[in-house]
């Protein structure tokens, strides 16, 4: 889209596209910034910056309780209500339909009322849903409580890694936005291990100066990076940056859906979606869903087998974490992928060899290898990684719609592969994990021809350099 004359005034003469951000004219701020990053060393802007990224992550440990929820308790529900293997697959799957509604309204509603408010939400949905299900006597009660969850992570899995990507510096941006992922998997495995519901509260939080700069708190904006950089930092050029880049993105026509598809938007939409869909539809919800199903099919224990899965996930996503901002965002991809492609080939060769009877012996041993190996290879990469890259990709004139669109795929993904699951399994359980390798080996031909590195770029340059 060519700038109007009046885009060319405010613009002072600038021949350049409107969709190229400002901040990108200014090569002195990358100096600046990396000046402001050094006094982000001082313990108050540290402390800040931590200290909120905490409390987000503390409605990601919630998200993490109610993906696990299925896995440990798949017996005791199904025998205390008496529901079907279907009936259970629904109740599995369901909470990702609330999470779909989540993630379509989660744009609206962070850009509204903001990254703080938003949270808040989620965690009303996420207290009710669990009532909803400790209350049950019948399915419809425990479907209405668990779409309840659903909603409130569809509206967590959006806001907490955009506003952790907003309000941290670049060179710690990727871990702390991983940070996301392993307090997931944190509640996934606290689950997984006691078998109970755990409740958790909301606390204050700090908002994103770019969301306050966007809808024209400036005195709100300038506070907030303020605490975030430090009293004594000179946060002058950096205000600067980020008003003119919003400044840009004022005179863009507000976005819709339809929005996203135009070319300017097209390749960050390509890479958020894409990896939201190679995510999911690698099989990481059915395996965890079902988890116990899984050991109980290949002759292991299954409490044992959960604990085990459970346990690895923690300091292995640590490791992703540690990792994010030094090896980068593709490495860890590929590396992730690539072990994915390993655990599925080791679970599928399991149960081709259980069901044409060969070497039963080491069946079960095969299998707990292969989960591992696929679980660990899930939680250094593939589980944090497209959330990261999700929060960078998208200029904050779309991040609100692209947000909810992205989110909605990847929800949409999960509800396919935790619905047809158990019914894969029926059909065939070897080829259900050969399907998943190779929805993982299309993973790593994707990473290498579309996804682009971001580690230690602004987002302005990121978003600038893909639109």
């Not at 899995?157 to 990727?174: D, N």
């Not at 960050?268 to 869909?277: D, I």
């Not at 390993?342 to 259980?354: E, Q």
């Amino acid at each position: 889209m060519n700038i109007t004359q009046d885009e060319e005034n405010f613009n002072s003469g600038q021949q350049e596209s409107m969709a190229e951000p400002l901040i990108m004219q200014r090569k002195v701020s990358i100096h600046v910034e990396a000046h402001l990053l050094e006094n982000n060393n001082s313990g108050g802007s540290m402390f800040m910056v931590l200290l909120s990224t905490f409390v987000a992550v503390c409605g990601s440990f919630a998200f993490g309780t109610c993906i696990g929820f299925s896995a440990p308790t798949q017996s005791g529900i199904t025998s205390d209500l008496g529901l079907s293997l279907s009936e259970y697959s629904v109740f599995g799957s369901i909470a990702t339909i609330g999470a779909m509604v989540g993630a379509i309204t989660s744009g609206k509603i962070t850009d509204s009322i903001g990254r703080k408010g938003a949270m808040r939400v989620s965690a009303v949905f996420c207290i009710e849903g669990w009532l909803a299900i400790y209350f049950s006597k019948g399915v419809v009660s425990l479907y209405i409580g668990r779409v309840c969850s659903g909603y409130g992570m569809g509206l967590l899995s959006y806001v907490v890694p955009v506003f952790i990507a907003e309000i941290a510096p670049k060179h710690l941006r990727g871990g702390l936005a991983t940070l996301n992922q392993l307090m997931i998997v944190t509640g996934v495995s606290f689950t997984f291990i006691i078998g109970t519901v755990v409740s958790w509260r909301t606390l204050a939080l700090i908002e994103s100066p770019r969301w306050l700069a966007k809808v024209g708190q400036q005195k709100e904006f300038q506070l907030a990076l303020r605490k975030l950089r430090g009293k004594d930092a000179d946060i002058s050029q950096e205000v600067e940056d980020i008003q003119d880049y919003l400044q840009t993105l004022q005179h863009l026509p507000k976005s819709q859906m339809l929005d996203l598809f135009q070319k300017r938007y097209l390749v960050s939409v390509t890479v958020g979606v894409g990896l939201m869909v190679f995510q999911q539809f690698g099989g990481i919800n059915g395996v965890s869903f079902y988890l116990s199903h899984i050991f109980e099919s290949a002759g292991y224990p299954s409490a044992m087998g959960t604990v085990i899965y459970a346990c690895i996930q923690i300091p292995i996503t640590g490791l992703g974490a540690t990792l994010m901002d030094r090896a980068g965002r593709r490495p860890l991809l590929f590396v992730s992928a690539s072990g994915l492609i390993i655990g599925c080939l080791l679970v599928a060769t399991s149960f081709y060899m259980k069901a044409h009877e060969l070497s039963l012996e080491w069946v079960p041993a095969l299998t707990l290898t292969g989960i591992l190996m696929y679980v660990g290879s899930f939680s250094v990469g593939m589980g944090a990684v497209p959330w990261v890259i999700m929060s960078e990709v998208f200029p904050l004139n779309v991040k609100g719609t692209a947000g909810s669109f992205v989110t909605l795929v990847n929800w949409f993904g999960s509800w396919v592969i935790s619905f047809t699951f158990n019914f894969l399994m029926s059909w065939s359980s070897y080829g259900t994990f050969l399907l998943y390798a190779t929805v993982n080996l299309l993973a790593i031909l994707f990473v290498a021809k579309i996804v682009p590195e971001t580690k230690g770029r602004t987002l302005e340059e990121i978003q600038a350099s893909m639109n």
